[in-house]
């Protein structure tokens, strides 16, 4: 079996087809379209037709997300001056055994070996016909190379066999763009968290601005690579694990916490901590000071919980007070701890604001969040040609024209 | 002719003091302190190391704020002992005793009570008339420029440890670059001397 | 854990500290105390261990600083548990407002002699020596920091401040400088000696890094720049001063060119 024998299974013949649906290619600004309830020139007597004829008009895409362990099929329908309409949201994940990172190989292997059945699965779940898709949207970066390389090709692959425009998106954007869409939150700050990015956004003059990031690793790799030392299953994720073992942790150590104006750092944390696990696993004997109780692993997540989110929370206000904001929007696998959530909303409630945030469907990466900002961005008009349809691992969340945005 | 001088950040607590050149009695004073007699219950500063009068009230504001924590509390018997040790800038109490307080031989003194004046024994009167009759020597009054007559410039930068002082000049005029002389008054020394002893006042609480 | 109320005015209220203007000990010593308010999103423990140790950084560098010979706020009482510092009260205006004074003050005149044709007015004010020798000072005096190897971290026009008269004692109010600002631009307070005095080590550490250094000027000349977009002419006139007077500045200056060309840019990984 060739790398490439999935495409047989992508002709159209192979999906649910309906011959009568119009493909229609819309390019109006989303929120700008009349609504068709309020159409003069309404003429049906059937209003459910007529609604099911307007709304077979309204944009679809589909995205397809694979820049680290999840692969992820998400489909989309946009209406003017509605919410979003998710029409199908699924995903696998390669886990890997415990002590062990995904590996780019690996994992690319995996997106490989799912992407079709997930496309179809989508499609089967949504109910809707290739023909009225109006777009396929992409991970274009950032990411591992070798999973974003292996569905940018399933993506152009669907391209060309179905005959539509592509969208590269920045996942990044995705996250932001989900996260805004899910919440309501109209112009927040954005905590961006997750395996690979630690970012604090703001908008400003059609671009996400980075005011502060982390400049070694991204709090998930720390979580995840802490796991690791600690031996905490990957299953369903390093971090959630950590975040249960968390909740019985009572005592705190003293741990690096490294801020710089609204700059973190957290190699020091993961090294400090990394030696003090493997202190603690090979026998040595740590214990509190106050109560001279032993440390034990859970007390270690507790520790590096409340540290490291301290330092994103501060670097998050940091910005607030800079840009003068008071909501904040927490995005990215991390975004779904529910302590760094509850410190994040202690703090903007201080603030006289308040947080948002959104469960693991969309804080962790999914497909719908690429085609959510692929079409905002197809519907201003952009598309990417499959010459320049290629994948980066560095694509900066700054370098992306936010147009659908004042 | 002692002042009263309400201590600002710790109502209620007032400062009683007076300063003396000319002391004759200093080494029964020194005594009594060190035989502990409570009617000697007073600081007693060598005005030498002072360089204003601000100095010796943060000292005793010092003293006065760290009673009145409970998280920190007295490091020495009580609040008059904790003003001498407050003008120290090393945690060393007999040094701060020796360095800072008086000695035997002692010509000039300022001598501070410090009261809680909402207490109901408290009076005013009695308490500065005890502390006139208690020096034998000349009252003058406790201003900056009569204490800056009775400073030892150079005991004060060996015991707050200043020989940083104007480094960046120094650093300059070691690499040859010209000195900027006479841009700074004598009144501009004492004042960054002044500035410089508070300092090091202040950071001597944090580890 | 009840907190003392500070006795004095709140001025600024900002994400990491609040400050009040105040007396210190005597009514005529008027002080700034900068307080770093409890976290209530922390761990008690920590939020007690940071809320020390950066009172206690920030305070240490200002002290090094002043005595040294490097213009800042003096440091009289420091309450680290508290997280309260209080400090020398600086007068006068920060640079930024300064400049954005002699900016707007100049384009009024300018706009009140346009009969005549005129239209440099802008150009004049930014060009008048007595401006330039206000960089010259800034130059100077981050030299100086970066020579006692103090690292100020967030170098702004809003954290130099522009000082007139120094009391020659702090209880006695025996300067009669007190308000001789004019509303005239500005110009004048440039007219005879003053210092320019570095404000808020929050964020300041002790560092003999070429690479810090060259940050700090970067992070200098970004928001001088941003700040004071028809001024930033006059930046390279701060760079020309400090080259002349700052011991490394040769090195750091060329990092500085390095530290531009990467900018804080960073690649990210997904």
């Known amino acids: 079996m060739t790398r490439f024998s999935f495409i047989r299974d992508l002709y159209p013949s192979h999906s649910r087809h309906n011959p009568t649906a119009q493909h229609m290619p819309a390019v109006f600004p989303r929120h700008q379209q009349t609504p068709f309830q309020q159409n003069p020139t309404n003429e049906s007597s059937n209003s459910l037709t007529s609604y099911n004829q307007y709304i077979s008009t309204m944009p679809i895409a589909i995205g397809l997300e694979g820049s680290a362990n999840k692969l992820g099929v998400g489909i989309i329908r946009h209406t003017p001056s509605q919410p979003a309409e998710i029409l199908a949201n699924i995903r696998h994940t390669f886990v890997s055994p415990p002590g062990e990172g995904f590996l780019p190989k690996d994992t690319a292997i995996h997106h490989r070996s799912w992407v079709v059945k997930l496309v179809k699965q989508a499609l089967r779940e949504s109910g809707v016909a290739v023909a009225d898709v109006d777009c396929i949207c992409y991970t274009k970066g950032p990411g591992m190379g070798a999973p974003l390389q292996s569905v940018a090709i399933a993506a152009r692959t669907l391209a060309l066999l179905w005959d539509k425009p592509l969208v590269g998106v920045n996942h990044c954007v995705g996250h932001i763009e989900m996260g805004r869409e899910i919440t309501g939150a109209d112009n927040p700050v954005v905590l961006y968290v997750s395996g690979g990015n630690t970012q604090v956004i703001a908008y400003a003059d059609q671009r996400y601005r980075i005011f502060g990031e982390a400049l070694d690793i991204a709090i998930g790799n720390c979580l995840d690579r802490f796991a690791r030392t600690l031996n905490i299953s990957n299953d369903p994720a390093p971090g959630y694990n950590i975040e249960q073992m968390a909740k019985r942790g009572k005592h705190l150590i003293d741990i690096p916490y490294t801020v710089k104006g609204m700059d973190c750092s957290f190699s020091g944390i993961l090294g400090f901590i990394d030696a003090y696990a493997t202190d603690m696993l090979s026998g040595a004997d740590k214990r509190d000071p106050e109560t001279g109780e032993p440390i034990t692993p859970e007390d270690l997540c507790f520790s590096l919980q409340e540290t490291a989110f301290a330092m994103l929370v501060e670097i998050t206000e940091r910005a607030m007070a800079h840009v003068g904001s008071s909501q904040v929007l927490i995005v990215g696998g991390v975004g779904c701890n529910e302590r760094l959530q509850e410190m994040m909303g202690i703090m903007a409630a201080e603030r006289g604001g308040s947080v948002y945030a959104t469960d693991e469907r969309f804080c962790i990466d999914n497909g719908i969040m690429i085609a959510h900002a692929g079409l905002l961005a197809f519907q201003t008009g952009f598309t990417t040609p499959i010459d320049e349809s290629t994948c980066t691992q560095r694509f900066r969340t700054d370098e992306v024209l936010v147009k659908w945005r004042d | ?207 | ?270």
């Open chain 2, 1 to 207: 002719m002692p002042e009263v001088i309400p201590l600002a950040g710790a109502p209620g607590y007032k400062l009683h003091l007076a300063l003396f050149d000319s002391v004759s009695n200093a080494a029964a004073l020194h005594a009594q302190l060190l035989a502990k007699n409570p009617a000697y219950e007073y600081a007693f500063i060598d005005p030498s190391v002072l360089v204003s009068t601000l100095q010796p009230l943060a000292a005793a504001f010092r003293a006065v704020h760290d009673l009145l924590d409970p998280a920190v509390g007295l490091r020495t018997p009580n609040v008059h002992s904790e003003t001498v040790f407050s003008l120290s800038p090393s945690h060393n109490i007999t040094d701060s005793y020796r360095r800072f307080g008086i000695s035997p031989s002692s010509t000039a003194l300022l001598a501070i009570k410090i009261l809680d004046t909402t207490s109901p024994t408290y009076s005013e009167s009695d308490v500065l008339a005890a502390l006139s009759s208690l020096v034998d020597g000349t009252e003058i009054p406790f201003t900056t420029p009569s204490l800056r007559a009775l400073t030892d410039v150079a005991k004060v930068k060996k015991c707050y440890k200043l020989k940083d002082m104007y480094a960046v000049e120094a650093l300059y005029a070691r690499k040859g670059r010209r000195k900027e002389e006479g841009s700074r008054s004598g009144d501009m020394v004492w004042a960054d001397l002044e500035v410089a002893v508070l300092g090091q006042m202040a950071l001597r609480s944090l580890v």
């Open chain 3, 1 to 270: 854990m009840s907190r003392r109320s500070i006795d004095g005015t709140l001025i600024k209220q900002g994400a990491e500290a609040h400050v009040y203007k105040s007396t210190f000990l005597l009514p005529t010593v008027p002080s700034l105390i900068k307080v770093r308010p409890r976290k209530a999103y922390r761990h008690a423990t920590l939020d007690l261990r940071l809320t020390k140790h950066r009172c206690v950084s920030e305070a240490r560098l200002l002290n090094r600083c002043r005595t040294m010979g490097v213009p800042c706020p003096a440091v009289y009482f420091v309450d680290e548990r508290n997280g309260e510092i209080t400090m020398e009260w600086i007068e006068g205006p920060s640079i930024r407002e300064l400049l954005q004074r002699l900016i707007d003050g100049s384009r009024d005149k300018r706009s009140e002699g346009e009969e005549e044709g005129e239209g440099e007015g802008e150009s004049d004010v930014l060009s008048d020596s007595r401006v330039l020798d206000l960089m010259r000072q800034i130059g100077e005096t981050v030299g100086k920091l970066h020579d006692i190897d103090i690292i100020h971290g967030d170098l702004t026009t809003s954290n130099l401040m522009l000082r007139k008269e120094r009391r020659t004692t702090l209880e006695t109010n025996s300067s009669e400088n007190t308000e001789t600002e004019s509303n005239d631009g500005g110009i004048e307070l440039l007219q005879g000696n003053y210092e320019v005095v570095l404000i808020d080590f929050g964020l300041g550490q002790v560092s003999v890094s070429d690479e810090d250094k060259a940050v700090d000027l970067y992070v200098l000349e970004r928001a001088f720049i941003s700040t004071h977009p028809k001024a930033s002419g006059l930046f390279h006139t701060i760079l020309e001063a400090y080259k002349k007077n700052s011991l490394g500045s040769g090195i750091v200056l060329r990092r500085l060119q390095e530290v531009r060309l990467r900018g804080r840019k960073k690649s990210m990984i997904g």
